[in-house]
């Protein structure tokens, strides 16, 4: 199967998001948990159409075009598979969104205009289900990255479902349904604090029981879904902000309140001190329409060197201040 991403289009920086997350100053690594890349593809194990299915995604060109190869490698297969799984990597890598309003949007913004440039191309990874996306966020609330890995880890290995497959193995991200019958006990052996535990079991229970049809939450307004969102216990403004941006594709989402976000404004912007949810939201509005995306390329710096970054501040600013004279 073959998918045409509009272009601009970097698979390389996009999977560097999914794979690796940002440098840890101890040098730590993080072993995959359910995105993984083998054998010069990404993969990822998911629940398709009522089946588990293995499929990879990998980069190619055709007619001079590139194009994105998605193969199942194992699980079950046929004709509703395949085009589910299309659907799903489609969705996935953003492949029909058009990024030219963006980087037409931005491209008078000093700082924004820079990293439109240094990521081009680049999609904000959407994860493959809205539940999986709820449940993550709920996991790396108040935590560092470090015991989100290790909570996250222990609750895949201990509830997700698993294929072999080349001599690796698989695992997808738990179904409600395997959350819902849990008790609290249970999942605080996992490290998953009381308040959380009762968290994740309650919107699972909902979820699985059709109190909360995730579905539907693809043809609702972006604030209609932030409102459905926050219905549900464990879910603040900053995890409905944050499932919007990366399990909805919604554009327009801001979750001001991110402390890596107000840090990120605070370096590029040069402010004296770390701007408030409120400074976030008025230095946002030039962004209106695609502030999504904006947060976005902000938190992806830090991915890059820290060198990089001096650089680039120096760049932005000297170049200010020389049409300043």
Known sequence: ???????????????????SPPALLNGRVFAPLV?????GEYRRLAHIAGHVVLYG????RSRKAKVLRVRILAGADGITVRREV?????????????????????????????????????RIPQAPSVYESVVSAILEQQVNLTFAH?????????????????????????????????????????????????YIIGFSRAVAGGGFNLDELRFLPEEAIRARLLEHKGVGPWTAEYVGLRALGNLDRLPASDVGLQKAVQFFYRLRKLPDAGRVEKIARRWAGWRSYA???????????VEWKRILLEEIYSKKRIRSR
């Open 1 to 19: 199967m073959l998918l045409q991403p509009l272009p601009p289009f970097d698979f390389a920086r996009t999977l560097r998001f999914i794979l």
């Open 35 to 39: 995105d993984h890349f083998q054998g």
């Open 57 to 60: 995604v990998s980069e190619g």
């Open 86 to 122: 299309r659907s799903l990597v489609a969705r996935q890598f953003a492949t029909d969104l058009d990024l030219g309003p963006f980087y037409r949007l931005v491209k008078r913004d000093r700082v924004l205009g820079k990293l439109a440039a240094r990521f081009r191309g680049l």
């Open 150 to 198: 290790q909570v996250k880890k222990a609750l895949v290995e201990t509830y997700g479902e698993a294929i072999d497959f080349e001599g690796w193995r698989y695992r997808a991200f738990p179904q409600p349904q395997a959350l819902a019958g849990r008790t609290t006990e249970e999942l605080r052996t996992l490290q998953i604090s009381g308040p959380k535990a009762r």
């Open 295 to 305: 947060t976005f390329y902000l938190w992806l710096t830090y991915w890059e060197p």
